[in-house]
């Protein structure tokens, strides 16, 4: 470095040394400053919410008529960021549950909400299971941290937010008069995902033929307990215009499983068989493709690293879902750009939706300008 250069750089460093001084002059001798956000400390807040279905649902194990929900809110110095946990029973979260979980989260000790690997990775310690709750603080730190950035995760991840796939639109198990109805309801839809796995599979499918040519794709929901069966279902499918398979089998059936998706002419997922990142090694060669869902790894955080560990893996990925609101859906459509296929029709199917976000415009995912995970309240 030469001596002018040198100069140079200690002149700039004393003046910046200076001005930072003359900004601190009215402070009391000996008064250590401290910027205004790091005065700040986060606050977590949460409340029980019922997510009212606008149709009965039926899987493969269960019907009900509402979900059980928890909100979230983290504020930090005087920005708030919004989080949700969506919790089905068959999932084994309660609301109760979620509010004790909750309630052990200090964040107040942690000096700003940036550092999110480590405030997330002690959350996740607090206590094993739990998803849905460190989920609503992990989409609530995301929304935070984004708005702080004023930058859509999309743009922090580095996806195009034009990318995103269409979304399905899901069909539950029912009679064939409501799953007529149904799918004419679902027009605007350009895939449809059908609930299957009981003793009705065909006439689901053979009704929805009747209404429709559009593609179809299938969620078993582990109903399927014979691999030959299962086999024989798929090839079936295939000739209906079915495109991919979920969860055929139990996900303890894990040898079957890999015998089923050598043989199979349609691409598998599995869902209920990967929650979390550990998961997705455990999938690859036993299923061609995973499901990933915010509910299930814990937020944002998770499902990044479980898309980037798939797509190393040279698996698809689709995103999914469970009934929602606007907030975990738009949380969840961050990633969709990246994704072969999307399921996030969750806050259409409640009546009772507590937020403006992402939308499904003729039938593909849509993200907003706004940072964060794209969301105000209505
Ligand atoms: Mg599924």
Redesign the pocket.
Known sequence: MNQDRRDFLKTTSVLAGASLLSSFSDLHAGQVYTPQRNDARMKLRFRPYTLELKHVFTIATSSRTTTPAMLTEIEYDGVVGYGEASMPPYLGESQEGAAAFLSKINLVKYENPFEMETILNDIDVIATGNPAAKASVDIALHDLVGKLMNQPWYNIWGFKKTTTPYTSFTIGIDKEDVVRQKTKEAAEYKILKVKLGRETDKMMIETIRSVTDKPITV?V?QGWKDRSFALDMIHWLKERGVLFV??PMPKEQVEDMAWLTERSPLPTFG??AVQRLADVKKAHGVYNGI?IKLMKCTGMREAHKMLTLARSLDMKVMM?CMTETSCAISAASHLAPMVEYADLDGAVLISNDVFDGTKIVDGRVTLTDRPGIGVKKI
């Open positions: 969620d929901n979920e969860q869902d209920e499901n999914g």
